[in-house]
Structure formats: structure tokens, C-alpha cells
């Protein structure tokens, strides 16, 4: 009876202590994240003024000639990642300017399409009305050049503005976010196909008059659509549960019970899977949504070993580097799914990719390689990550210590 007393003195110290523990644990993830809060507050605050701002992707190496493509260039995903980066970080007013340029986006573009968001944008405060898509002066040729892949539209970079916009909504109960949100997601509509294993296709890529559709369809892609459309629906902006559907049930094609991860998407006919390369997000995102079949819990067991590489994870199953952005995506998800060891690892991995200003480094190495071709004219594999501090990484670093689900716009814990 003595030890029993003692047993039962000893759980209830421990169940009062309880609070506090999770408090301190709580305040840890949030110290962890403080600099990186405060690196992307200070890109905010460095542009004049308090209204729309887009914020630079990638920073520049000393010593290293910038990319003319990359200098200056805001691309839409990082700008999203940056609104509920800053959201989680209770950083509002700096979100609100991030998100009120993409919701200017919304509003209008360039060939006239309301609701039509571009991959990237010039970096800088918004002062022309629609903002214009990234390009720069190249004094080689003497003319103003803009890329293909930045100037299209993907559909996964229209729902993360979309969910970006859904974040401020719900943060501020601004009606305007919603509609910017609703505006997104019809143009959207456009890439709804039915052939081949229904979902959402890629998107488009190129010139204005000459853009391509991309007809392959990606797993991550239609996981962001189930995302942004379902909340988009909880949010009365519309009826979106015949398309998130749709969506949801070409992720649900994707997955492969044996050995339990995700295929990356289809082939460009948009009907025969693609067995290679393996994709880090398409086996994270699905583990964010909501409702998820138990079996799919399995593709982060998978991740951890057919992506692993240098404590991380890398964004391919080469492994030939750590992927900063990926590794803090794989914090979060083993956080929602109650793996505290692989987040604590996980999140420290990543922390120590920071640079001196708190910016994440993309990458641990010089340049990784994704296994993926930037556009349907590359002939090689050349999208690939450098070691430069990013603006993504930097913001799902700041999820992954929170514990944001981007997907919701809630904490997970």
C-alpha cells in the first residue's frame, strides 16, 4: 500500500506538472523559430511603406554572380509560405502586406484574367495595377526577358495563394481574403480533366500567347487542391466539394499500399503513373490533410528511408543532399503524427542550415538535383536546389517549430 501511495503521489505531481511541461516544450519550438520570425519580419519592413510588398525567394552569395532569373525574383509559394510563416510568428500587419499583394494579383493580370496568379513576381513594394510577372533588363541583348516557368501558372502555386489568402480570412475575418481566394480557384477550374485518372493537370507554362498546358498530373499539386478547396468550401466562398473530390481521389490513385508511399503524379498523357523519381512533398502533403486513410501514414516511414540523407531528408530518392525545405516539412508531419523523436531530429537538422541574417540555406550542399526538368522544353533534369538562403525553407522551418498546419491555418498540437 506504502508504494502504491507513493506511485499515485509521484502521477498526480506529474499530471499537475503536466501544463507547464507542455508550455515549456511549446516555448522552446517558439524560441527555436524566433530568428527566422524575425529575419522574414525585417524583409518586410525593410520596403518602404505599409502597403503590398512581394519578398525576394533567394538571397545572394558574396562572391557569387546572381542569376538574373533568381535577383529579385518573388516567387508565388514563397510569398505564401511567408504570409503564414509571418501569421504564426503573430507578425500580422506584415502578413497582411504579403498577402495583400497576392491578393492584387487576384484581382486582375496582365491578359486580363481575373483570378489568374503567376509562378513569380518582381520582389519589391506593389506599385503598378496588375503586378507585373518577374523579368529583367539584359544588356547583352538589349531587351527586356522574362522565363517561361515564371511567368506561367502552376496549379499548385494557385492554391498555396489561395491558402495564403484563406490564412488572413481567417485571421482577420476579412471577407476580401476569401473572395481574392474564390477568384483563384475558378480560374483554376481550367485544369480540371477528367481524361485518363481524373484530377487537376500541371498547369500552364510559357508565353502569354504561346503558353503551354501541362498535361501530366502531380500528386502534391492535387494534394494543395484538396487542401485549398476544402477550406475554401468551410470558409462560404463556394462549393468546392465536387472538385476537391476529384482531387482527393487521384491522391488516393497515387498511393501504393506496398511498400505504403505515394507515386509523384502521371506521365504528360495524364494517365500513365510515374514509377520514377520518388517526390519528397507528395509523400508529406497527403499526411496534412485532414481524414487521412490510416494506411497512408506509412509513406513517412518511406520518406525517412528512401529520402534520407545527411540527418534530413533530400527532395529526391538519389540522396544526394539535404533538402532544408523538405526536412523541415518532414518536422511538421512527424509532429502531426505524434513522432516527437524523428520532429526534435528533424527540426534540429534543418536549424542548422541557418545563415548569419536567419534565412535557411535551401540546400546543405552547392547545388542537389531534384530528378525533375524545370519545363517541357528541358532535356535534362535541371530543376535543382543551391545553396542559397531561401525564403520557403525559412518559412516552413517556422511551421515546423510552431507546429502551423499550412493546410488549415491551425495549429496541429
Not at 494543395?224 to 470558409?235: G, I, N, Q, S
Request: one cysteine or more; charged letters at 20%; hydrophobic letters at 40%.
Amino acid at each position: 500500500m506504502h508504494k502504491l501511495r507513493i506511485l499515485h503521489l509521484r502521477l498526480t505531481r506529474f499530471l499537475l506538472a503536466l501544463p507547464l511541461i507542455i508550455l515549456a516544450a511549446t516555448a522552446a519550438d517558439a524560441g527555436a523559430s524566433a530568428m527566422q520570425c524575425a529575419a522574414i519580419k525585417a524583409k518586410v519592413d525593410d520596403i518602404p511603406g505599409g502597403g503590398p510588398v512581394f519578398l525576394a525567394s533567394y538571397g545572394s552569395i558574396p562572391g557569387e554572380p546572381d542569376e538574373p532569373a533568381l535577383d529579385g525574383a518573388a516567387f508565388t509559394y514563397d510569398n505564401a509560405l511567408a504570409v503564414m510563416a509571418l501569421s504564426a510568428c503573430g507578425h500580422r500587419e506584415e502578413a497582411r502586406r504579403v498577402g495583400d499583394a497576392i491578393l492584387a494579383a487576384s484581382a486582375g493580370d496582365r491578359t486580363g484574367e481575373a483570378g489568374r496568379i503567376r509562378n513569380a513576381y518582381r520582389a519589391g513594394a506593389v506599385s503598378e495595377s496588375p503586378p507585373p510577372p518577374m523579368g529583367w533588363w539584359d544588356r547583352s541583348q538589349n531587351a527586356w526577358l522574362e522565363d517561361p516557368y515564371q511567368v506561367g501558372s502552376a496549379t499548385g502555386n494557385l492554391a498555396w495563394a489561395g491558402l495564403a489568402l484563406l490564412t488572413l480570412h481567417e485571421e482577420t475575418g476579412e471577407v476580401r481574403y476569401r473572395d481574392g481566394a474564390a477568384r483563384i480557384a475558378q480560374w483554376a477550374m481550367r485544369f480540371s480533366d477528367a481524361k485518363g485518372i481524373p484530377g487537376f493537370i500541371g498547369g500552364l507554362q510559357g508565353f502569354d500567347a504561346d503558353a503551354q498546358r501541362l498535361t501530366w498530373k502531380s500528386t502534391e499539386h492535387n494534394t494543395d487542391m484538396v487542401a485549398f478547396l476544402d477550406w475554401l468550401d468551410r470558409a462560404g466562398g463556394g462549393e468546392w466539394d465536387v472538385a476537391s473530390a476529384q482531387a482527393k481521389s487521384f491522391v488516393a490513385a497515387m498511393f501504393r499500399p506496398e511498400p505504403g508511399h505515394f507515386l509523384i503524379g502521371t506521365a504528360p498523357d495524364g494517365t500513365t503513373p510515374a514509377e520514377h523519381p520518388s517526390g519528397l512533398d507528395a509523400q508529406l502533403w497527403p499526411l496534412l490533410l485532414a481524414d487521412i486513410p490510416p494506411a497512408w501514414r506509412k509513406a513517412f516511414d518511406y520518406a525517412l528511408t528512401a529520402h534520407g540523407a545527411d540527418g534530413g531528408l533530400d527532395f529526391n530518392d538519389d540522396r544526394d543532399g539535404l533538402w532544408s525545405e523538405g526536412t523541415a516539412q518532414g518536422a511538421l508531419v512527424a509532429r502531426s503524427l505524434g513522432r516527437k523523436a524523428d520532429a526534435h531530429r528533424l527540426k534540429v537538422t534543418v536549424g542548422e542550415q541557418a545563415g548569419p541574417e536567419g534565412y535557411i540555406f535551401a540546400a546543405k550542399n552547392p547545388s542537389i538535383s531534384t530528378g525533375l526538368a524545370i519545363g517541357p522544353d528541358s532535356d535534362t533534369d535541371d530543376f535543382r536546389y543551391y545553396r542559397r538562403p531561401h525564403l520557403g525553407a525559412t518559412a516552413w522551418t517556422v511551421l515546423a517549430a510552431r507546429g502551423w498546419n499550412p493546410f488549415t491555418g491551425r495549429h496541429i498540437d
